[in-house]
């Protein structure tokens, strides 16, 4: 919510600014653009959400340790170039990382029981993106919105779940370990999105939009669930395997972030 009041601020303030020169990027300059909320997300929150975010990960063993939806596994750009083609066209390159290393820990004690659990979630997706741009309201100096479309393509890495727990009440102790393993998958995406740029100099611009459009993802591989447990020195065991092919495919819209942008003057362009 506070991205979009902050975006909705910018351009309240800037649609009624005006300078002498024009502060936007010409033919043959570049720029990086960085997702600020994009990286937020991956040191704090982990998983971002897509269009897919309504569709359930598959059932198949104990499902319930994965993140629970496959739009949260998919990729989302965090950094992005951008090549002034003419004055009002660019092509894009993005790359997104979505990560997570979720961990749980659990002590409790009293004058009987001592009962001490951890547990640990990991898994990682990238992609990269390639796109197009259109700038339009070329008399504004300042104010720089566009729309465009990209397509995207990326990889899921396995994702790994461990979890262990040690109990005891003086006549009873129990050691439990749990490990889950599934296998990664492949990401597809076609987006149309419109936002804009807000230029505070030549150099420096923020700005944000909207995507829409089509997501898929595909789990495909072998997975694997172990789990040992020692009861007063009994071991026990329970081991299943199996292969599993997942296809999940959506339409959706979502937030494409707040963008910081650096550009880079050329030798010949002139502002």
């Not at 351009?11 to 653009?33: A, H, R, T, W």
């Not at 959506?250 to 650096?262: D, P, Q, R, Y």
Request: charged content about 20%; hydrophobic content about 35%.
């Amino acid at each position: 919510m506070k991205r979009y009041l902050l975006l909705s601020a910018v351009l309240f303030f800037s649609i009624p600014v005006f300078s002498q020169n024009n502060l936007k990027p010409v033919e043959g300059e570049f720029g990086i653009s960085f997702a600020v909320d994009g990286l937020y997300n991956i040191a704090v929150r982990n998983w971002m959400t897509t269009g897919l975010e309504n569709i359930h990960t598959v059932e198949t063993g104990t499902n319930y340790i994965l993140p629970s939806t496959m739009g949260e596994i998919v990729p989302q750009e965090i950094i992005f170039g951008r090549y002034y083609v003419t004055d009002d066209m660019t092509i894009r390159l993005g790359l997104g990382v979505n990560t997570t290393n979720q961990g749980t820990e659990n002590d409790f004690s009293d004058e009987t029981i001592t009962n001490t659990s951890d547990s640990r979630l990991k898994a990682c997706s990238w992609g990269i993106s390639a796109g197009i741009e259109k700038h339009i309201g070329t008399d504004l100096n300042r104010l720089d919105p566009f729309i465009g479309a990209s397509i995207k393509g990326g990889g899921i890495s396995g994702i790994k779940y461990e979890y262990n727990e040690d109990f005891d009440d003086g006549t009873t102790h129990i050691i439990t370990t749990e490990n889950v393993k599934y296998p990664g998958g492949c990401v597809f995406g076609l987006n149309l999105f419109a936002g804009f740029n807000y230029f505070f100099n030549p150099r420096i611009a923020i700005g944000g939009g909207i995507q829409w459009g089509y997501n898929k993802t595909k789990l495909k591989g072998d997975w694997t669930y172990d789990w040992m447990q020692d009861y007063n020195g009994t071991m026990s065991e329970a081991h299943s395997s199996g292969s599993m092919t997942q296809r999940e495919g959506g339409l959706g819209t979502w937030g494409a972030g707040v963008n910081l942008s650096v550009f880079f003057d050329n030798s010949t362009g002139t502002r």
